[in-house]
C-alpha cells in the first residue's frame, strides 16, 4: 500500500517568514495530493490540493508543488501569520482507494 | 450547507464497554472514510463505506466494526474498550469513490477510556 513521509514534524518560525512541509509518498500510481490544516480541537480542514497533472498551484499566500519523477511533494506558506499556527497533514491518494496521511507536522509561528 | 456533522462530540467509556460512534455526512456524499487519531499520532485509517458497502478496511482488530446507512450515514462500533482506544475518531465524506477526491472531515469525536 501507500506510504507517506512527512517532514519536519515540528517547524517554528517568526510571524512574516516563510514555512517550508515535505512529503514523500511511494505508490508511484498516487495521483491526488491535499494538504489539510487540524486547529485544536477540530478536525483537518483541506487547504489546498493538487493534482498529478500539475507541477504547481497557488491559492494566495499558500502554494503546492509537486515533482511525480521523485514522488515528493511540499506546501509552502509565505508570510506566516500567527493564526498559521496548526498541525498540518499531507495525504496521498488515487492508487489504493484509501487516502493515505503522513504523521503530521505542527508549525508554530511566533509572533 | 451543513459539513459532515459527527456525534457525539465527547464521550467517557470504562474499559470493556462497547461504544458506538455516529457519522452524517456532507450532503450528496455517498463515500464515508474513519480515522483513528490517538494523541501524537497521525491519522490511522480504520474504514471505508461507500454505497452502503464496507470498501476497506485498516488494520485494526475486528471489534472495529461499522456500517453505512441508505441515507450514506455511518456509525462505528467499538466492542470490549480498551485503554489505547483513547483517541479523537474521525469521519470523513467525499461525493464519489477513490482516493483521488476532496474528503472533509467532521469535527471527530473524543473517545477516553478509563
Known amino acids: 500500500g501507500e506510504n507517506v513521509e512527512q517532514h519536519p514534524s515540528t517547524l517554528s518560525v517568526q510571524e512574516g517568514d516563510s514555512a517550508v512541509i515535505k512529503c514523500t509518498y511511494s505508490d508511484s500510481a498516487s495521483n491526488y495530493f491535499p494538504w489539510y490544516k487540524q486547529e485544536l480541537g477540530k478536525g483537518p480542514q483541506l487547504i489546498i490540493d493538487i493534482r498529478s497533472n500539475v507541477g504547481e498551484k497557488k491559492d494566495q499566500r499558500i502554494a503546492v508543488t509537486l515533482n511525480k519523477t521523485a514522488k515528493h511533494f511540499s506546501l509552502h506558506i509565505t508570510e506566516t501569520q500567527p493564526e498559521d499556527s496548526a498541525v498540518y497533514f499531507c495525504?496521498?491518494?488515487?492508487?489504493?482507494?484509501?487516502?493515505?496521511f503522513g504523521r503530521g507536522t505542527s508549525l508554530i509561528v511566533h509572533p | 450547507e451543513a459539513g459532515v456533522t459527527q456525534s457525539p462530540t465527547h464521550l467517557i467509556k470504562t474499559r470493556g464497554q462497547q461504544v458506538t460512534l455516529r457519522c452524517s455526512p456532507i450532503?450528496?456524499?455517498?463515500?464515508v472514510y474513519w480515522y483513528q487519531q490517538a494523541l501524537g499520532l497521525g491519522l490511522q485509517f480504520l474504514l471505508w463505506y461507500d454505497e452502503g458497502e464496507e470498501r476497506n478496511r485498516g488494520n485494526f482488530p475486528p471489534r472495529f466494526s461499522g456500517r453505512q446507512f441508505p441515507n450514506y450515514s455511518s456509525e462505528l462500533n467499538v466492542n470490549a474498550l480498551e485503554l489505547e482506544d483513547s483517541a479523537l475518531y474521525l469521519c470523513a465524506s467525499s461525493y464519489r469513490s477513490g482516493a483521488n477526491t476532496e474528503a472533509f472531515f467532521g469535527q471527530g469525536t473524543r473517545l477516553t477510556v478509563v
Open positions: 450532503s450528496g456524499h455517498t463515500s
Open positions: 495525504a496521498a491518494g488515487g492508487g489504493s482507494y484509501i487516502p493515505t
